[in-house]
């Protein structure tokens, strides 16, 4: 990323990476032998974590965080406080208060393009959604928020690198109303072009270490041949990081969920169909992700570049829906 015209950082509101909904990840793992997300005999695990963080925005403190929805401390051969979690029962369940968890994310032009690299301090592992269809077909699957008051600076700050006459044309954005979390979200957004991302699984520490203990387990329980000689070289052998394709879209604009204040929201999504074998079911059907390759998860790069005059319009666009969002 060189030739880059930093601008500002942002604090994130909350950050959720569902590499669990990527068909590609999931063929590598299979493929290296791991019984994703569980063997047939239910003798072992395996779902593919989900990255979450969240930092801020909330009306009041948010509920603790039930063990179903977790990868719990003990996957990862770690004891809750180790997590700086505290065990509590909520709703008559196993659950665990998390501590503030930190994300920033920092925002640079370069020529067309506006670039939004994550910089995760902090975050957590989860292994389902409240949502009820599998994640291989969802829409979107990164996304981040940012507090609506930083709409106008946002604004303000790259209108610099927009040109006069791009300003001055009168041209009409295509703004859409979309319902998530059964209506727990409620956004308009406008569609924007992207020109590239990239997201590793494995340069999340927490989740690398995770794919380790679960090469183990599959040692230990003989599931299969691959991961067993020596798991480690298997999990330092994957492919984790995920980049761009042309089914790549991002949807720009703004959101209301239940509880939080409102929010700019840059979501990742995913047009076009894909197709892979699965453990569970002979053909396991999804939209792809991008292309996979190899990262030695030195640098922890995590970003999503976008077409700048397109996002600039978009956020603009949205400024009149900010009275149509529920209170």
């Known amino acids: 990323m060189s030739s880059i015209n930093w601008l500002k950082q942002y ?95 920092n925002v640079g032009v370069s020529g067309d393009a506006v670039i939004f690299v994550l910089d995760v301090k902090s975050y957590h592992l989860e292994r389902v959604s409240i949502r009820g269809v599998n994640p291989e077909k969802w829409t979107n699957w990164v996304m981040f928020y940012i507090d609506l008051s930083y709409l106008t600076d946002i604004v303000n700050v790259l209108g610099n690198f927009i040109p006069n006459q791009v300003k001055n044309q009168v041209q009409s954005v295509k703004v859409e109303k979309e319902l998530q979390q059964g209506e727990k979200e409620v956004t308009y957004y406008a569609v ?47 492919k984790l990081r995920i980049k761009y ?23 990742l999504a995913s047009e076009g169909q894909k197709t892979i074998s699965g453990i569970l079911k002979s053909v396991v059907e999804g939209k792809p992700r991008g292309e996979l390759v190899y990262c030695d998860h030195e640098n922890k790069s995590q970003y999503i570049t976008l077409d700048l005059i397109s996002f600039w319009r978009a956020l603009n666009a949205i400024k009149s829906y900010v009275s149509l969002l529920p209170p």
């Not at 000689?229 to 298997?234: I, S, Y």
């Open 192 to 238: 924007v072009p992207v020109k590239d991302f990239s997201f590793c699984l494995g340069c999340f520490d927490l989740a690398l270490k995770y794919l380790k203990i679960k090469a183990e387990e599959h040692k230990k329980l003989n599931l299969c041949s691959k991961p067993c000689p020596d798991p480690d070289k298997v999990v330092s052998s994957l």
């Open 11 to 105: 604090p994130v509101d909350s950050l959720q990476i569902y590499f669990a909904s990527s068909l590609e990840l999931q063929e590598e793992l299979i493929n290296h032998g791991f019984q994703v997300p569980k063997d047939k005999n239910d003798k072992i695990k395996m779902p593919i974590p989900l990255i979450y963080s969240n930092f801020r925005g909330w009306l009041k403190t948010p509920n603790p965080i039930t063990i179903e929805r977790l990868i719990p401390p003990e996957w990862l051969d770690m004891k809750p406080q180790d997590l700086e979690w505290e065990e509590v029962r909520f709703n008559n369940k196993r659950a665990f208060k998390l501590p503030q968890e930190e994300v920033y994310v």
């Open 245 to 267: 394709n042309s089914h790549a879209f991002a949807k720009v604009g703004i959101a209301k969920i239940q509880g939080k204040r409102p929010q700019i929201m840059i979501k």
